[in-house]
């Protein structure tokens, strides 16, 4: 069955410090991978995807076939980073989402 | 990019009444909508898929008869929860992708929070 884990309820960091928001997933097809983040207040929105390989706001995430990973990262944390972040995983054609528990981001000053 | 428009934002019923949660996509057409839950502090659960001009397809504990979906436009989508219960009280999401332009991912609503009283 697909399934993604987040490990991490709550990242708390200071501001400056870099950022690692844990993702593995379980699928027995070809991954697609997507981070969302959800700022205070507001709608989800996409981050960025694994296929695109871009990096949005700083951040970035490589997906590890090997280690079945796609892990987000960002070298110096901003306070406006704050905000609910949520791996997701692509199944069925495209056709369907499988979200992550969500991992809560604090930055602190 | 693309919009998807989910209303009511919030509403509260009385327990044993029906609440028809309506998702448009602005912009684009979408044959394809999903409808989330999510509870306090929890990820968001799919509830099912639904497909512009057939039936929806449900997720495995998701009763069909409770939670009426209809999409009877490429733009609109409708989420029905009938003889709510407060067990129903819960944050309602749907999303939907742009085929056309499906670097974008799938696009999400703002979401309704529903509370049965």
């Known amino acids: 069955a697909q399934r993604v884990t987040q490990p991490e309820k709550l990242l708390s960091v200071f501001k400056g410090a870099p950022v690692e928001l844990k993702c593995n997933y379980s699928y027995s097809g070809s991954p697609e991978l997507f981070w969302y983040v959800q700022y205070s207040r507001q709608r989800l929105q996409l981050l960025l995807r694994h296929i695109s390989r871009e990096s949005i706001k700083g951040f970035t995430a490589d997906l590890n076939k090997g280690e079945t990973s796609f892990h987000l990262k960002k070298p110096f944390a901003q306070e406006e980073d704050s905000a609910m972040y949520y791996c997701a995983l692509s199944v069925a054609g495209g056709n369907k989402l499988v979200f992550g528990a969500g991992t809560i981001l604090r930055v602190k000053s | 990019g693309a919009v998807v428009s989910q209303h009511p934002s919030w509403v509260i019923c009385k327990s044993g009444t029906s609440v028809k949660i309506e998702c448009r996509s602005l912009?684009?057409?979408?044959?394809?909508m999903f409808w989330y839950r999510q509870f306090p502090k929890q990820s968001l659960m799919l509830m099912a898929t639904s497909n512009e001009g057939s039936k929806a397809t449900y997720e495995q504990g998701v009763e069909k008869d409770k939670f009426l979906i209809n999409h009877a436009s490429l733009t609109l989508s409708t989420l029905t929860v009938t003889s709510a219960h407060p067990e129903d009280s819960s944050f309602y999401i749907c999303s939907a992708v742009d085929r056309g332009a499906r670097a974008y991912g799938y696009t999400f609503g703002s979401g309704t929070r529903l509370t049965v009283v």
């Open positions: 912009d684009f057409q979408a044959t394809t």
